[in-house]
């Protein structure tokens, strides 16, 4: 995978496709393959579709410190000019749409439309808070309570259903969060772009899930409340849609994202 080195980190990222640029910013917790490797062809036959390793992902390399969001901001804005000539496509999840949305904020110049999934503005809601205190403890001291955690919050009740006993537990034994995780966690629980979200002026749709447990849809209407003439869309699933509605998420971005 190529890299693009910035001051103190040296970033890894996919490209594969030609055209546009769209860059796909990952989770805490999570790296551009196991959020987005499913999903990549969807849009490669329109797009240079770029996916990067946040640092605490994949084989980025940064010197270990607590993470910033302006640090993130930067890797993804890198990435952007590194993979493509012109203005990209931004998709951020979860965390990575906090990124995306203070990416847009600061360079609007490099993006051309963007979409946010399962994303939040304040950090100090008492919930959120609570949820991201519990994945730090689990995460230092029961990685396997950490993991079961996350599938319990992460998706909604109906698909766990669906994937049964056997399945659950398949996937339970996959489960790889990135190495980095608690530095994910800690930016998680100090994340909160009240002072920028308003500088948002290029054109935006947030993705609100109906379901989720672990960024309740809420969030997601305040970021559309915030974002000066975003669009919201609400699909009826848990946090992680990508696996549970991948061709109906995957249609909403395209439509988006290739209107003229």
Request: hydrophobic share 40%.
């Amino acid at each position: 995978m190529p890299s693009v080195r910035l001051p103190g980190s040296t970033v890894q990222y996919g490209v594969t496709g030609e055209g546009p640029g769209l860059v796909l910013v990952h989770g805490a917790s999570g790296d551009a393959e196991s959020n987005w490797s499913h999903l990549v062809d969807r849009f490669s036959d329109q797009r240079t579709v770029m996916t990067p390793n946040l640092s605490g992902s994949g084989n980025t390399t940064d010197g270990g410190g607590p993470l910033t969001l302006d640090m993130l901001v930067e890797q993804v804005a890198a990435v952007g000019q590194a993979g493509t000539a012109g203005p990209v496509d931004l998709v951020g999840f979860s965390l990575g749409a906090v990124v995306a949305a203070a990416a847009a904020a600061k360079h609007p110049e490099l993006v051309r439309r963007l979409v946010l999934v399962g994303g939040w503005v304040r950090h100090d809601d008492p919930r959120q808070q609570l949820n991201f205190l519990l994945w730090r403890q689990l995460w230092e001291n029961d990685r396997s309570l950490f993991v079961r955690l996350q599938h319990l919050t992460g998706f909604s009740a109906a698909y766990l259903d669906r994937l049964g006993h056997a399945g659950l537990a398949r996937s339970l034994a996959s489960a790889a969060p990135a190495p980095g995780t608690g530095r994910h966690i800690d930016l998680a629980l100090r994340a909160d772009i009240r002072d920028r979200v308003h500088l948002v002026t290029v054109p935006t749709l947030v993705i609100g899930l109906g379901q989720d447990q672990m960024v309740p849809v809420e969030h997601s209407r305040d970021l559309h409340k915030g974002i000066p003439g975003s669009r919201y869309e609400e699909l009826d699933t848990g946090h992680t849609v990508m696996a549970e509605r991948p061709d109906e998420f995957a249609t909403l971005l395209r439509d988006f994202l290739l209107e003229d």
